[in-house]
Structure formats: C-alpha cells, structure tokens
C-alpha cells in the first residue's frame, strides 16, 4: 500500500511513516517543514519514499502528493490550546481549510480510503456520574470558582460532587475552544466526504499523546512535553491547579500502530462509511502523578503544585478505548510505567515559537502532528 501521510515530518507523523514502513508500506510524506517547527530542517533519517514540501493548502501541491497512492493518513494540524482567541484564523485555516482541499483532491483523484488524526478534545469535559442525577454533563468551569481553587465540577442539576468515568465515542459533543472546534469540524468534513464520494475514513480521537521527537518549549505543545522540557532545563515542572486532572497517557508508538491498523481496515470496509474511535492506553492517570513519575524518572526536581489555570481546559477526560480494541484488534503494547520512565531521557524536537513568525505564517501550513 502506498500512503500519504500529511505533517509526516511531524511529531506522531514521522512516528507512522516508519511504522508503515516497517510493515512494509511505501510513504509520501507532504510536510511544509516551516522553520517554526523545524527550525534545522527536514529531519534526518525519514523513512518516506518521497517527500513533499508545500502547503496543505495548496490544491496543486496536494494533487502532486496524491498521485500513485491508495490511501491518506492526514496528522497535519496546528495543535495545543494556543495562546488567545488570535489564534483562531490560523487554528482554522491550517485544520479545516487544509482538510478541506486535502478531501477535494482525494475526491479528483479517486483515492476513497481516509485515516484522520482526531482528538479527544471534541467532547468537552468528560463523563461524569451524580449520585442522584446519573450521568450528567456540567458546564465550562466559572472563572470565579478556578480562582478561588475550587476547580472540580459539580452536578448542574444540584451542585453534588461528581464522579468523573471514561466517555464512549457516541458522547454528544462539546469543543470548549478553538482547537477542538476545528478537530470536530475536520470530522464532519470526512464525513460529508465519504457520502459524497463513497469514500471510507476512520478518525482515530487521540489521547494525551506523549513519546521520543516531541517538540519542546513550545505554547502549543502538550503537558508532557512542557514538563519535560523544564526537567532538560533542571526546573521542576509546573502543575496547574491542584494537579488532580485526569488524563489518558498514550505512547506515540502505540498511536503510530493504531494508524496502520486503521489504514489496513478502513480499506475492508464496503460501502461508504465514517467511523470515530477513541485512541488512549485504557490507563487514567492524574497529570500529577505523571509530573512525578517523570521527574522522578529522569532525577528531579520534583513538581510544583501552582494552583494556575488556564480557561478552556477541562477538568478530567478520559475515553473508554475498547470499540478501537474489540472491531480494529489494535492493543496499547507501552505501559505508563514504562513508557515515562523512557520519556524522561528521550530526545525531543527544537521548535520555536510560533508567534516569531506572525508575519508569514498566514501564508504557510503550520504541520505539527498531535492531538
């Protein structure tokens, strides 16, 4: 199979293209390799056949990297909660604008088979249970009641405390920012796609996705690689609130595995369809315990509870994970323990701030892969 891995130069994007090719795949890589994310260059060592630098945006440069191949398997985003609501054009421009021309060029080339780089963000705070009410979904968190430290959400119904759980794949959604808006938006685009064109495209819905190549001091980078960019500074990480978050920790190994699992079934399927599927180890773990296990992994120091929060982010969000299991037959093979203590040593990525680049980067797809 011959596969187009958009943002293949990217974080979990280089991770898939040498899985393919371990499995024996051939990859074009289609990567703008912006100095922002990049800012030595192409990566060394990238097993892709063919590599495509251009704009995701750019119909021509798309259409080029289509030809010859059987399927896609679309990372390129610009990923994280960003710095403010400035963000928003771009978020949507790199997100949707490029799903977009990347469907209506798969479209014009007959290529019919889809893997979309989801995420978990699209529902929101997680699920959670009261104790008189059942499942209940609370509503974004007061400002009031973060600043006063009360950062648990309570039943919208009688204000009891909740109990949080794991969220299946058929949760209403509900994007709390700009980030998720548009990961839920690129899902309802390959979806219109598939009835449209009898295509067939899967949307693996990411968890905290953490491992070896994440990119460091970065805003829009995610927890693990902020707290393991202060270790390799000899700073202790910084743990929001009370550090009590619940969060799914997934190694990039096993997100690399569940992409080439979705590529080989998604091209079984008949007739045209659009499926979701959380993507998480099955293993909730507070953002807490994994700063600690981290520092303690890589020799200190040892977090800082801050009591900082950032509005936009929720609470707990952890998926149940066995829809991907029992239909795909894909397993998590890295463990927390394990996993972290590789982490805490492993090399990351330079990448500088995007915001340097204000000026041009409404011109340029940003392709970070991520969740």
């Known amino acids: 199979m011959r596969v187009l891995v958009t943002g293949g130069a990217g974080f979990i994007g280089a991770h898939v293209v040498a899985t393919l090719a371990a499995a024996g795949h051939e990859s ?32 021509e440069v798309v259409a080029d990297a289509l030809a010859g191949v059987d399927a896609v398997c679309h990372q390129a985003a610009m990923v994280g909660l960003g710095k403010d609501f400035a963000d928003a054009p771009l978020y949507v421009g790199c997100n949707d604008l490029g799903t977009a021309v990347l469907l ?14 989801g995420s978990m963000v699209v529902y929101g705070e997680g699920r959670y249970d009261c ?54 938006a690129q899902e309802h685009l390959a979806a219109a796609w598939a009835r449209a064109t009898g295509g067939r495209a899967v949307s693996l819905r990411y968890h905290n996705v953490y491992g070896p190549g994440m990119p460091r001091d970065t805003p829009y980078a995610g927890v693990a690689s902020f707290f393991r960019s202060a270790l390799a500074r000899g700073e202790a990480p910084r743990v929001y609130e009370d550090g009590g978050q ?87 093979r890295v463990s927390f323990g394990e996993g972290m203590k590789d982490f805490a040593t492993a090399p990351l990525r330079d990448a500088r701030d995007r915001r340097e680049s204000r000026g041009r980067r409404e011109k340029d797809a940003v392709t970070l892969s991520g969740a």
């Not at 890589?29 to 995701?56: F, K, M, N, T, Y």
């Not at 992409?259 to 499926?275: D, G, H, I, K, M």
Request: proline fraction near 9%; glycine fraction near 10%; include cysteine.
């Open 28 to 59: 074009v890589v289609l990567d703008a390799l912006l100095p922002s994310a990049h800012p030595e260059g192409a990566p060394s060592g990238l097993p892709g056949d063919r590599v495509v630098v251009g704009d995701v945006r750019d119909r």
């Open 104 to 117: 209506a060029e798969m479209a014009a080339a007959g290529v019919r088979d889809l893997v979309l780089a």
């Open 131 to 184: 104790p008189r009410h059942g499942t209940v979904r609370p509503g974004p968190r007061a400002e009031t009641d973060l600043r006063a430290g009360r950062f648990e959400p309570r039943c919208p119904d009688c204000g009891a405390e909740l109990t949080p759980g794991l969220v299946a794949e058929d949760a209403p959604a509900d994007p709390r920012n700009v980030y998720a808006s548009t990961k839920l």
């Open 246 to 332: 619940r969060r799914d920790f997934v190694h990039v190994h096993d997100v690399a595995a569940a992409n080439a699992t979705a590529l080989e079934a998604v091209r079984e399927r008949r007739p045209a369809s659009f499926a979701a599927y959380n993507t998480g180890s099955g293993e909730p773990h507070t953002i807490g315990e994994m700063a600690t296990v981290l520092a303690g992994a890589h020799g200190g120091p040892d977090p800082v509870v801050t009591g900082e929060y950032r509005l936009g982010d929720v609470r707990h969000v952890t998926a149940d994970s066995r829809a991907l299991r029992e239909e795909l037959g894909w397993r998590p």
